[in-house]
């Protein structure tokens, strides 16, 4: 037997970065915090993203909006299956990183990630179909068309849920992209690790830079700057807290953002509806004059 | 525009009499099917805006008052929530249909309180009230074929503030939908405009709807303040402007209560080169004068394409010249009053601000009646984007003109705004109206149109012009629990 053999190989470490403007930046901040498993043990040092940060990636997001909002819904669904795809390749490492974050066995993440998996592959099928069930033609009593469609809201912040690292955060940031808005995360607060190597997944997955952005923190430190931010129109207050999201909830009236309160979720794997689909929607009504071909009939 | 005697159209007048209404000398509270005095016996008065006439007395709602209606409304849930939907659309069917025979008297009434021209209320208003009711009436035993799941569920009581634009549209629109899904109601009319809601009220009781179910609570602000902040209402409705609305948005943070929306817009209506010139005009007329431009879609910013500006301003300023603006229950009357003194002076500061800023104004010559609140029609040239009457939201017969080249540009400076509510857009070509109707952000779109509303189509705004959405399918969602 050879001495190399019986040594311990010596890991290589990574370090986590934000995901901004399809960069992998460090905090401007320089900051780092510890995040450990659930037993205490180091993992990494994660980002401790800054107000400054958050204000960078509303402005990636922003940056960004247009060109995603503006893709066609097959277009997007084909971007959003790619990132399924990516993530099955990466399997092992999400099982991994979600057995240390939430103190999960082996098996037990592997069906988390295999189920966040497939909640990506259920979004990416709803980019194009959405439109059909929430809009459509209106029967107006008078000569004229029109046409109800949703259209994306625009920039939303997204609290991802503290708890469920990876299923949980791709059951809100998913629905928040399919249907054309651009997104900053917030990644639950203890355990960022799956949310960051997530943004490793997007910047090699087709989706255009800034459309999702990826930042770890204190989530009331982060989140405070973006809930009363004038070019942020929604929020998504899933990991905050009763006080944090009625603090979060007053700053965001300023610009009048669609707010999305917490809502309790007690089985993440349970396939979802389509609330969080619509709830950051806008519909617009589209008239326009039909003429009148000697169309005749009573008034009533 | 008391008409030039020049004019070759000399008009008799042709008054529309005020004795198919009766209006009671007083009126109380709306509570529980009964007509009650406020708790604390506090009265206001409520005037027509064309006369300065004290048309009656009115119960001014306090805290207590909204206590014992939101308690009401409370009681009568379990019963009306409970009733099968079938039974449900046919009070809204029997209110919609009174409304109907009813039409003329409110019609004058609302003309009296509001200070708006009579073609206006028989003609827009009470039609789309009844329509209102007719459409919410037959959703009420399909909810389960609405989108919203198999069983969607009522949130219980609503609280509904109300403006004094279209005080008995804004009621129809708030108490359709709410009743059809079962939830009951307290609402707070204006403080200008009462009178109407009380009459729906009596309407309520013609259909036999069950006691509790509408309860009606005129008031100042402090009342759908507290109204607002009730514990036990579960779900707000607001139209209004967009600062109350960001008050209301702070107020019930944190709570469960559900929230819809409804505030200001700066609508851009948008002309280009190709537009049909006079079908343009007559949108433009009907697009920021329809109610004495108090009307939040209103088209209160003219973006015209350089190349056509002479032509379509000699030819609007044509047509003002013909508009005429006095009696308001005269059926020749196109301007009637402006709701309130305090809504005419927002109206003349923000006008003077705009002379005063280097805007230039307009109006045909007019003449005002020497009682009454009256403004006349006015239009700014040489308005940029910066001017104040160019941002701000003036809720008055005031049009602002500005200019571009390009549909980018056109598009850039329409959605230049806090607001989002309504825009318009006329071109003979169809892939521009399409282009360029996807690239505003806006709620509702009017092409080669404007100002057309219909029960059956959403209504609402994007950004701060607030959210959510009242009519068609969508308007059920703000009533239902859908998750």
Redesign the interface.
């Known amino acids: 037997m050879s001495d190399k053999s019986e040594q311990q190989r010596l890991s290589v470490f990574k370090t986590y970065k934000l995901y901004v403007g399809g960069k992998f930046p460090r905090s401007e901040s320089g900051r780092v915090y510890e995040v450990t498993d659930s037993k205490g043990k180091w993992l990494a040092n994660a980002p401790q993203s800054s107000r400054k940060d958050a204000r960078d990636a509303v402005v990636a997001a922003r940056k960004a909006f247009g060109g995603w909002a503006g893709a066609t819904a097959y277009n997007r669904g084909q971007v959003l299956y790619r990132v399924a795809e990516m993530l099955e390749g990466r399997r092992a490492q999400f099982v991994h990183e979600v057995a240390d974050a939430e103190g999960l066995s082996k098996s037990r993440a592997a069906e988390q990630v295999e189920a966040t998996i497939d909640r990506w592959v259920w979004y990416a099928g709803w980019t194009d179909k959405i439109a059909q ?2 809009g459509g033609g ?5 000569p ?1 068309f ?1 046409l ?1 469609s949703p259209e994306p ?1 625009g920039v939303v912040a997204v609290l991802a849920p503290q708890e469920s690292s990876f299923l949980g955060l791709v059951s809100v940031l998913a629905p928040v992209i399919a249907t054309g808005n651009t997104a900053v995360v917030i990644a639950s607060e203890s355990s960022p690790l799956p949310a960051l190597s997530l943004g490793e997944v997007l910047a090699t997955s087709d989706v255009p830079g800034g459309v999702v952005n990826v930042l770890s923190g204190r989530t009331a430190e982060i989140a405070a700057p973006l809930a009363s931010h004038q070019d942020v ?1 929604a929020i998504d207050l899933a990991g905050a807290d ?1 006080v944090l ?2 603090e979060l ?2 700053a ?5 953002k ?2 999305l ?1 917490p ?1 309790p979720v007690d089985d993440w794997t349970a396939t979802p ?1 389509i ?1 969080r689909l619509t709830a950051f929607l ?8 039909t003429g009148s071909l000697g169309a005749s009939g009573s008034a009533y | 525009m008391a008409p030039a005697s020049a004019s070759a159209f000399e008009y008799a007048p042709a008054p529309e009499s005020r004795s198919v209404v009766d209006i009671a000398p007083s009126y109380g509270l709306f509570i529980d099917g009964e007509f009650v005095e406020a708790a604390d016996g506090k009265v206001f008065k409520t005037v027509s805006p064309s006369t300065e006439e004290v048309l009656s007395e009115i119960a001014q709602a306090g805290e207590a008052d909204v206590d014992r209606a939101v308690g009401a409304a409370r009681k009568a849930f379990e019963k009306w929530s409970a009733l099968p939907g079938s039974e449900r659309a046919k009070y809204l069917f029997r209110i919609a249909r009174i409304i109907q025979e009813r039409s003329r008297e409110l019609a004058v009434l609302e003309t009296l309180d509001n200070g708006k021209p009579i073609k206006e209320t028989r003609d827009a208003d009470l039609p789309l009230v009844a ?1 209102h009711f007719f459409y919410y009436a037959g959703w009420a035993d399909k909810l389960e074929h609405a ?1 919203f ?1 198999a069983s969607p569920r009522p949130l219980g009581v609503a609280g509904q503030v109300i403006p004094w634009n279209f005080p008995l549209l804004m009621l129809a629109w708030k108490i359709a939908p709410a009743l059809a899904t079962g939830n009951t109601v307290v609402l707070k009319p204006a403080e200008t405009t009462p009178l109407s809601a009380l009459f729906f009220a009596d309407v309520c009781r013609q259909a036999g709807l069950p006691k509790g179910v509408v309860n009606i609570l005129p008031g100042y602000g402090d009342t759908g303040a507290a109204l607002v902040a009730h514990p036990d209402v579960n779900k707000v409705a607001f139209t209004g402007s ?1 600062a109350v ?3 209301i ?2 107020t019930v ?2 709570t ?1 209560k559900k929230l819809t ?1 409804e ?1 200001g817009g700066k609508g851009a209506n948008i002309v280009f080169d190709d537009a049909p010139i006079d079908q343009a005009v007559e949108g433009i007329v009907n697009g920021i004068f329809f109610n004495q431009g108090q009307v939040c879609c209103a088209g209160s910013r003219l973006l015209v394409q350089e190349s056509i500006q002479d032509e379509l301003l000699d030819s609007l300023k044509r047509r003002l010249s013909t508009l005429r603006l006095g009696d308001p229950l005269d059926k020749n009357t196109d301007i009637g009053a402006i709701n309130s003194a305090e809504q005419l002076s927002r109206i003349t500061s923000l006008v003077e601000k705009g002379a005063a800023e280097g805007a230039e104004p307009w109006s045909p010559e007019c003449e005002l009646p020497s009682s009454g609140y009256w403004f006349a029609p006015t239009l700014f040239t040489n308005v940029t984007q910066a001017h104040t009457i160019a941002r701000d939201e003036i809720f008055g017969p005031v049009l602002s003109v500005l200019t571009f080249r390009t549909p980018d540009e056109a598009v850039a400076k329409a959605n230049n705004t ?1 607001y989002g509510l309504s825009a318009g857009i006329w071109t003979e070509k169809g892939s521009r ?1 399409l282009a360029v ?1 996807g690239k ?1 952000r ?8 404007f100002n ?1 509303f ?1 029960p ?5 705004g ?3 012009s ?2 959510g ?1 009242e009519g ?1 399918r ?1 308007g059920l969602e703000a009533y239902l629990d ?2």
Not at chain 2, 456 to 460: D, L, R, V
């Open positions: 069930v929430v209106n029967p107006v009593a008078g004229y029109n109800s809201t129109n009763e999201a009625k909830e007053i965001a009236a300023d610009n009048l669609r707010v309160r809502q509806g609330d806008e519909t617009k009504t589209v008239w326009h004059p | 329509a989108g799941g967009t609305g960001k008050e948005a702070r943070a944190g469960r929306l505030l806090q109206i109707a505003l806006a709620g509702v779109v009017w092409s080669n149109t057309k219909d059956t189509s959403p209504f609402g994007y950004k701060e607030g959210f959405r068609g969508h859908v998750r």
